[in-house]
């Protein structure tokens, strides 16, 4: 029977390097995504959904904390900052007002075992064993299982794309293990008390290592070709920082991902594992269904960031892109839908910073003071969207408005500017364009007007100024991309 509560109960799923667009529901021609696209009819898909600070740790501080990089301190994929003890976290909200808080997956904090409010988390850290945890949940798990060590022996890269299937049994996959234990958190849930439960898939971010049986999807209904851009082509005028990225996000065939039918096998191995995560979750919402809770619970799914893909040229992230920065939202309501509705999209802009106030707001949980992010069900919305990544060399800036997306490289003092409704992969940069002057100008007054801190030094007079541009050397990649070994 339904278990009978005032308040609904919560699941949050946050996917890893995860495009926005590429969902069935938003009209992607190739990846099958059959339970997201449920989702999205039975609640409302964001179409407009960005990471203000496109990789996991400083996306994933803004998710918790319901702030931007200027309030939580992280806009450089800070490793060893702890979540500022000032800043409520979601779990910790959710907690004292009386749910049960769980969390099943990757985190990606510091100190990797801080709990962040939750009350007990089954971790997954990727094997990052650098910043001092020696063993993860799943790792203790492949152990008992008699597979101590054996996570990584695959050899696939965890930032790199190559591609193979699967090395160990299933039941002992990443995403395996995620639902699986998510299942049983919910299983195991007290039945007096509301629950708000966290799955956190590490995928499809490398390693590509999808079931065999899910690269057989896509090799037999084939995948589509990256786009490059009118501009993408000369590498030597590129801005420094996409040259440099170019390097640093290295794939097979060395410095850059080359070939046609390498480049098709990288795409194959992401999307399998899009798929394998999208038939994996049906599982996680039929056991809520199976517990009686389906109709009593609010569904939310979203991701830290997107991935190039080789669109441009690019591979990973944090590039300003549409495929990098933008994100899955899917939000569906309880069975009364008096939040929200179904069958609807939404086009305003949104972060990851408005999950938080969303979910506290359909849960009739006061929202903190120190939160930014605006709810996804409320009325208030924004004339643009900011975001921001790195401070030193590498930095990038980008606003999105209207139709419009400026993107800001300091180095050199380079602009690269985009009309998405005409142009949504980006592939005619209008920033030269006598035409497009005045857009151009709106744009730059934007950029300033969110710019803070180091930020500065770029502005002179009221105007962008950049700084010098820098001469390219292709840099070195001893480590193989933090390659992992024998456990």
Not at 26 to 54: C, K, M
Not at 201 to 227: C, F, K, N, Q
Not at 238 to 254: E, M, Q
């Amino acid at each position: 029977m339904q278990e009978k509560k005032d308040k609904p109960n919560v699941l949050l799923v946050c996917v890893d390097h995860w495009p926005g667009r590429i969902l069935g529901a938003a009209g992607h021609p190739v990846v099958q995504t059959p339970t997201l696209d449920t989702i999205a009819e039975n609640g409302i898909r964001f179409t407009e959904a960005y990471s203000e600070t496109p990789t996991c740790i400083p996306a994933r501080r803004s998710l918790f904390t319901g702030t931007r990089a200027r309030t939580h301190g992280d806009r450089c994929f800070n490793e060893t900052l702890p979540m500022d003890p000032a800043l409520p976290t979601l779990p910790e909200v959710f907690g004292d007002a009386g749910y049960q808080t769980y969390a099943v997956g990757k985190l990606h904090v510091y100190p990797q075992r801080a709990r962040i409010g939750f009350d007990e988390v089954l971790l997954n850290e990727e094997g990052r064993h650098h910043r001092g945890l020696h063993a993860d949940d799943y790792e203790l798990y492949l152990s008992d299982e008699g597979f101590a060590g054996q996570e990584q022996t695959h050899g696939m890269g965890v930032n790199e794309y190559t591609v193979r299937p699967w090395h160990l049994p299933e039941y002992l996959h990443q995403t395996h293990w995620t639902t699986r234990n998510m299942c049983r958190v919910i299983q195991r849930r007290d039945p007096t008390r509301p629950s708000f439960w966290y799955c956190s898939y590490t995928a499809p971010h490398p390693p590509l290592t999808p079931p065999a049986e899910y690269l057989d999807i896509y090799r037999d209904s084939g995948v589509d070709s990256p786009v490059m851009g009118e501009w993408a082509g000369e590498f030597d005028k590129l801005p420094w920082v996409l040259k440099n990225h170019r390097y640093n996000k290295p794939a097979p065939g060395g410095e850059t991902l080359r070939g046609e039918e390498v480049v098709k096998r990288a795409r194959m191995g992401f999307y399998a594992q899009c798929t394998y995560i999208d038939h994996q979750l049906r599982l996680v919402i039929g056991t809520i269904r199976e517990e009686g809770l389906l109709d009593n619970t609010i569904i939310l799914v979203t991701g830290d960031h997107g991935d190039m893909l080789g669109n441009h040229g690019l591979w990973a992230k944090p590039p300003m892109f549409e495929a990098s920065v933008k994100i899955p939202m899917l939000l569906m309501d309880t069975a009364e839908y008096q939040k929200s509705g179904h069958h609807r999209t939404d086009n305003r802009f949104c972060g990851l910073e408005d999950v938080m106030p969303t979910l506290l707001e359909m849960c009739g949980i006061p929202v903190p003071d120190s939160v930014e992010g605006l709810s996804l069900v409320g009325d208030k919305t924004r004339d643009h969207y900011y975001s921001e990544h790195f401070e030193d060399q590498r930095a990038m800036r980008a606003v999105r408005w209207e139709n419009y997306k400026l993107i800001y490289y300091p180095v050199g003092n380079r602009f690269q500017l985009f009309d998405l409704a005409g142009d949504p992969d980006e592939c005619r940069d209008l920033s030269g364009s006598e035409e497009s002057k005045t857009i151009l100008e709106t744009g730059k007054k934007l950029l300033i007007s969110e710019m803070y801190g180091s930020d500065s030094k770029w502005i002179s007079g009221g105007t962008l100024t950049g700084q010098p541009d820098v001469p390219f050397e292709k840099p070195v990649n001893r480590g193989l991309s933090a390659q992992r070994g024998w456990r």
